[in-house]
């Protein structure tokens, strides 16, 4: 068995049994590692995969926060359809954005997309409509009484959010495999290559930056969802760069890496938070080491791990 | 009869430094046309050019007598315009027969499926065989691109161009650092090419381009010298004088 199978089937036997096991506090949990899984995957389309590293990727999350509360108390819609709404939006600003920050390289595309993350976070916090600074409540979970969930419980929400990034992982994982995720790889190496080969290099860059609004923004109806209450902090950068660095520590382009980068990274925030004080400081610290000591993240050692493994025998 | 490829009046300035004085070239049909002058004579910035990676200040580019001096390199390949690089420019984390699977389903069109693995299309593959055969890299399909020696990687060039299936094929300095051995293996390579396919080739070996050639240019400081068979311009005063004389 591949060892991407073999952490896949290890990751849903650790959700299932810790979603078994856990109370109230640990189903929380599970729903917030669900939720930054979605989100870190997805940026780890365009940063991993692509080569897009966007430090403004909180934008789309915060969107798919806002279009959710919206969509809910502004438009009366239901819970599923709010979160369609929510998903579009993201789209949607990404498409608009897209056409202009694809063009950048580099520092530049980093800088770009950091100054569009604070323009949005900028007008939302002045925003009338979205309650400003106050943030916004009113907002719905769906209802799927039909298939026996009732999402107010958090037990069900956080099944809910479970399988939803389960889902986002087969979706992204197909792309990444299809033609079009190769081509991405293929531009992420060579984009002079790709382009003289005949590749619309600013088209398939735009395809993947929409692709990954629209998983941030569905991470961002969830997240909006687990708090009934969405605020600008949802839109602030310092949430596009914790995302970054669970997809930096987790693994680039691995996809499975940013989901276990969601969990270490959630859990330690938690644990170290409740033995000192000083918990930033460590996760900090922990942060340097796998940069330094493990190439390409946590699912970058397992890889080696298992390469030697088998030199071994 | 239209020349395959053809530049009409290019000019291209870097700051005060015209690298390319209104030049006009065209390259017939099935050509073998080796451009070739002393470094600094504008021979890759006139390739970029004609491939669309560098716009000119004016001029055409004209590939199959349509002007495409506003089209980029992509669209440029899409209609036929297929080339090499100086310095190989493979996808380097790719294996061999991935890269060429990704060059030919770049060809292909099917770039846009999102919706299915890449394992579908298994005429890539079986293609992408064929290619890696023809440009002598079919015991190296499985190797990653960045393991494979240099002059390999020279040949993995030529098929990736090839991929595209093109109707001109640019290529740039094709046995720049190859060893005698690795050179005459590409000589024979690219003297092996279909005759359907114009073959653009900038080359310093003179060997290789006499070995190749029907048709040499001679640029100098971003001008046409001379054009013609290559005994017409062996046998150039000029050319003697100005390029072959030093040990060419």
Known sequence: MTLRLVT?????????ASWAFSGFFGK?????????????MSLDLLAGYTGM?????????????YGMAAAGSLLGLG?????????AAAMALALIVGVF?????GVFFIMITLAVGQMVHAWVFRSEALGGDDGMGGIIRPDLGTIGLVLDDPADFALFALVLAFLSFLALDLVARSPFGRLLTAIHQSESRARALGCPVERYKLGAYVIAAAFAGLAGALAAQRDYFVSPEFLTWTVSGEVLIVVIVGGMG???????????????KHQLSDVTTYWMFFLGLFFVLVVMFADRGLYGALRRLKRRREAAT | MTPSLEARSLVKRFGALTVTDSLSIGFERGARH???????AGKTTLFNLLAGALRPDAGQVLLEGEDVTAAGPDARARTGLSRSFQRNNPFPDMTVAENLETALAIAGGVGRVFWRGFGHYRSLAEKAREIAGSVGLNMVGDTIVRQLSYGMQRQLEIGLALAAAPKVLLLDEPTAGMSPEETEAMRHLIAGLPRSITVVLIEHDMDVVFGIADRITVLDQGRVLLTGAPEKVRDSAIVRERYMGSGG
Request: charged share 5%.
């Open chain 1, 101 to 105: 920050v694809v063009r950048l390289k």
């Open chain 1, 254 to 268: 691995s996809l499975l890496g940013p989901v276990i980068g969601a969990a270490v990274v959630t859990l330690l």
């Open chain 1, 53 to 65: 590293v966007s430090l403004g990727h909180a934008a789309f999350f915060g969107v798919g926060a």
């Open chain 1, 79 to 87: 819970g599923l359809p709010a979160m369609a709404v929510a998903v």
């Open chain 1, 8 to 16: 896949l089937a290890v990751l849903i036997v650790a959700a299932g």
């Open chain 2, 34 to 40: 080796a451009v070739i002058g002393p470094n600094g």
């Open chain 1, 28 to 40: 929380d949990l599970l729903t917030e590692i669900a939720i930054l899984a979605i989100f870190a």
